[in-house]
């Protein structure tokens, strides 16, 4: 169930920002995989959650719903405990788009930049430089991306979250 003060007709802004309680930290790397800049801390208490999310017009994604009612931020109360529903729910719920997906870092939420093959040369082992030509790096992390079987295996995991979904 969606909170009345979230519900709304209109597609929630592209550009819209989370940051998410301690108990969301697998969500908060799937939304970051789809390319949502999701600040996820696990040390941060609820105040700190709160005055994140009003500083940085950030939506709080939470679990506790006492939290997801208090007043000065916008919050999205999410209540399954698995992840696809936890997925759906979040997707449906604020009429997310997915074509950002793979865009950014999913360990520390830094939009990603392409790197050309020659620039990964050292960087990936030789199996993978010899059989991808599409790479991304995170200038943050340093962490060097390349579309693999983990990806795949991610489509799968979406795919079967927007089918259960209806869409
Ligand atoms: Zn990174």
Known sequence: MIPDYCKTDKPVNEAVR?????????????????GFDTAYDPALD??????????????????????????????FLVESTDLASQLREVINGL???????????????TPLATLERAAVRDRV???????????????????VYWPGTHRARMLETLAKVQVESGK
């Open 18 to 34: 989370f940051v998410a309680d301690g108990m969301l930290g697998r969500l908060s790397k799937w939304l970051r995989i789809l």
């Open 46 to 75: 609820d105040h700190a959650l709160l005055r994140l999310a009003r500083a940085e017009g950030r939506v709080l994604l939470t679990c506790d719903r006492e939290l997801a009612h208090r007043r000065g931020a916008r919050s």
């Open 95 to 109: 009429h997310l788009g997915l074509d950002a997906a793979f865009s950014r870092c999913p360990v520390c939420n």
């Open 125 to 143: 082992p030789p199996h993978v430089l010899e059989t991808h030509t599409e790479f991304r790096h995170c200038p943050h992390c340093n962490r």
